[in-house]
C-alpha cells in the first residue's frame, strides 16, 4: 500500500494530511509548513514500516 497525501478539513481549519494506505492513521499537518508537512511524512512512513515487520505482505 502506499502513502497518500491529501487535504481535509479537521477541526475547523483546512490541513494536508500523509496516510498509509485505506485505512491507516491520517497524520495532520499545517499547509505551507514544510517541517510539519516532513515529519507527518515520516510518521506515515514508520506506521508501513511497523506493519511490514509485523508481517504485512502486499
Known amino acids: 500500500m ?3 497525501r ?3 478539513r479537521h477541526q475547523g481549519e483546512r ?8 485505512s491507516g492513521k491520517k497524520y ?6 514544510g517541517r ?3 515529519r507527518a ?3 506515515a512512513e514508520k506506521q508501513r514500516d511497523a506493519a511490514h515487520a509485523s508481517g504485512y505482505d502486499e
Do not use: C, S
Not at 28 to 33: A, D, H, M, Q, V
Open 28 to 33: 495532520y499537518y499545517t499547509p505551507g509548513n
Open 6 to 8: 491529501g487535504y481535509e
Open 36 to 38: 510539519a508537512r516532513e
Open 41 to 43: 511524512k515520516a510518521k
Open 15 to 22: 490541513m494536508g494530511y500523509y496516510q498509509w494506505g485505506d
Open 2 to 4: 502506499p502513502i497518500h
